[in-house]
């Protein structure tokens, strides 16, 4: 499930933690595995309209996502090792194409989304901003990711606790 999504990454807060404010490496997309059971996401990818048929990010053979527990996708930097005690999984967007290289290109302007199972069906679709193609539309926050309200259950809304909790829940509290 896509629990929390910072568009754009131009907030005053370096989502990855890596030491450099960056619109482009900073902007995130959160999943967590709501199952019961341990999720094998290898030849999974995540896509997006406004580069049709060029993976943001390709998920490796034999990569899995254990029950309960989060995944937060950075458009690009160094993820801070300091993360890691949230319990969650940090990467940075692994294009299937190396030369191409743009993070998760999630703009304000609107896009749509998609993580794709290796069969390359549709798993997750999220669509957001005046131009998105398929609606529902969430609506862009200022200084702010969207974030299930409450967690895991809710509706994508504007962070209700603060601009951003990547890893976590809204509160801070692990999954």
Do not use: K, W
């Amino acid at each position: 499930m896509l629990n929390e999504v910072l568009i754009d990454g131009a907030i005053d807060a370096d989502a990855n933690d890596d030491g450099d404010v960056s619109a482009v490496d900073d902007a995130f997309v959160e999943l967590v595995n709501v199952g019961d059971e341990e999720i094998d996401l290898g030849g999974f990818v995540l896509v997006e309209t406004d580069l049709q048929g060029i993976p943001r990010h390709t998920f490796p053979a034999g990569f899995t996502l254990e029950a309960g527990r989060a995944l937060v996708v950075f458009g690009g930097g160094n993820p801070s090792d300091d993360l890691e005690a949230t319990g969650a999984l940090f990467v940075t967007v692994n294009a299937a194409d190396p030369a191409f290289s743009n993070g998760l290109n999630l703009d304000a302007a609107g896009d749509t989304l998609r993580l794709l199972d290796a069969a390359r069906d549709e798993v997750i679709v999220f669509s957001y901003g005046p131009g998105c193609d398929r609606p529902p539309c969430a609506e862009v926050p200022a200084d702010r990711s969207l974030t299930r309200v409450p967690d895991l259950t809710g509706d994508l809304e504007p962070h209700p606790d603060g601009p951003i909790s990547p890893g976590t829940q809204a509160d801070g509290a692990p999954f």
